[in-house]
């Protein structure tokens, strides 16, 4: 049996993502498809306690990287705008490290850095050079009252959007220093 849900997380949300994901598949669903922006397709499956893990390469993963991830014992099964994901089966005897797709803090630092870099940044200047010049038009009675509404919400959505990822993705790289 299938079912389909819908989950909403945001780009600095991933972990929130990936503990969801775990619980899910501890529950008998195990994530088989998504559909972006917010459609996950669950398949019943026996209770399991399996780690999901995601990794942002926005199409720039090698066949060394993947097979790197299979030799650990990684099973790739989806890819959704930009990230990987990933699960393999919780060993509770296995050092807390096995659990993780990383090797090291820095690499866990590096991605936030990418997300922010091929995801912060674009959505910043679309913000500037659309949302923000359209609001300013809507404002100075250029343009119908719709468009004032349509900029204004837009407006308030980018704004949470790039400072939410942007604090957050800023604590995940401090929490994991860089060599």
Not at 153 to 175: A, E, G, H, P, Q
């Amino acid at each position: 049996m299938r079912k389909t849900e819908v989950h909403i997380f945001t780009i600095a949300d991933y972990e929130e993502e990936e503990a969801f994901l775990r619980e899910k598949h501890r529950s008998g669903w195990k994530l088989v498809d998504m559909t972006p922006p917010c459609f996950y397709v669950f398949e019943e499956c026996e209770p399991e306690d399996v780690i999901y893990r995601l990794d942002f390469k926005n199409n720039e993963q090698s066949p060394e990287y993947m097979q790197m991830a299979a030799d650990f014992g990684w099973e790739y099964f989806a890819k959704c705008m930009g990230w990987l994901y990933f699960r393999k089966p919780a060993d509770p005897a296995a050092p807390e490290e096995d659990g993780e797709l990383f090797s090291d803090g820095a690499s866990k630092a590096e991605m936030a850095c990418r997300i922010v870099r091929q995801r912060v940044l674009p959505l910043t200047i679309i913000f500037l050079c659309i949302v923000v010049p359209n609001l300013l038009r809507a404002i100075d009675g250029k343009m119908s009252a719709f468009w004032l509404w349509f900029y204004g919400i837009m407006f308030v959505l980018y704004v949470f959007l790039i400072v939410y990822s942007s604090f957050k993705l800023k604590r995940i790289r401090d929490r994991y220093p860089r060599n």
